[in-house]
């Protein structure tokens, strides 16, 4: 299985504050990187497919960006509805495996 | 909008088998390219993709899981379905019914889900 190290596992940031994630995968994955967003008792959100491609109706304040086997999620300036679960996930071999997330919280 | 809809017991017994259905309105299961998938989350926890089915194709699995699954889809239904037999406490999690992209750009990224279903094994 490609092993997924997602970092950092939670951190605490302020509204308005930029926010990077990182993923890092054991193997190079082509791209088939994509990112979540999972709010308490909820189902994940796609954010971001293709490593830096924005789903549809996601707001521009996400981005994402790949460099060999390194990835991040970018949110620009934290709003209020985006303190979640965050997860990244490759999608180039079977099992598609995810990350253990990142918890974004209110400092 | 596609919707996913899963339905099935929330407490099965341990050693028996976890029978779970999604249902999908708003679009035909059988058109477009895309992977049917189930994921669960144990509480707490990150997810796990336990299987995916392709319509027409062979499903594939989490060889974590070994052979106790299975997937399979009725297209007359709009439905797909998940099985895992011989289930323990290791098993109880929120199971979820996804959509994946099968096409080279969005392959494998779940664009729809459904809203989960807790599954509790427990005597």
């Known amino acids: 299985d490609i092993q997924m190290t997602q970092s950092p596992s939670s951190l605490s940031v302020s509204v308005g504050d930029r926010v990077t994630i990182t993923c890092r995968t054991s193997?190079?994955?082509?791209?088939?990187l994509n990112w979540y967003q999972q709010k308490s008792g909820k189902a994940p959100q796609l954010l971001i497919y293709?490593?830096?491609t924005l789903q549809s109706g996601v707001p521009s304040r996400f981005s994402g960006r790949e460099s060999g086997t390194d990835f991040t999620l970018t949110i620009s300036s934290m709003q209020p509805e985006d303190f979640a679960t965050y997860y990244c996930?490759?999608?180039?071999?079977?099992?598609?495996?995810f990350g253990l997330g990142t918890r974004v919280e209110i400092k | 909008q596609v919707q996913l809809q899963e339905s099935g017991p929330g407490l099965v017994k341990p050693s028996q088998t976890l029978s779970l259905t999604c249902t999908v309105s708003?679009?035909?299961?059988?058109?477009?390219?895309?992977?049917w998938s189930w994921l669960r989350q144990p509480a707490g926890k990150g997810l796990e993709c336990i299987g995916r089915?392709?319509?027409?194709?062979?499903?594939k699995y989490n060889p974590s899981l070994g052979s106790r699954v299975s997937v399979s889809v009725d297209t007359s239904k709009n439905q797909f379905s998940l099985k895992l037999t011989s289930v323990t406490a290791a098993d109880t999690a929120v199971y979820y019914c996804?959509?994946?992209?099968?096409?080279?750009?969005?392959?494998?990224?779940?664009?729809?889900w459904g809203q989960g279903t807790m599954v509790t094994v427990s005597s």
């Open positions: 293709s490593a830096s």
């Open positions: 708003g679009g035909s299961i059988s058109s477009g390219n895309y992977y």
């Open positions: 193997l190079t994955i082509s791209s088939h």
């Open positions: 089915i392709y319509p027409g194709g062979s499903p």
């Open positions: 996930q490759q999608s180039y071999s079977i099992p598609w495996t």
């Open positions: 996804a959509r994946a992209g099968g096409e080279w750009q969005r392959l494998g990224a779940f664009d729809a």
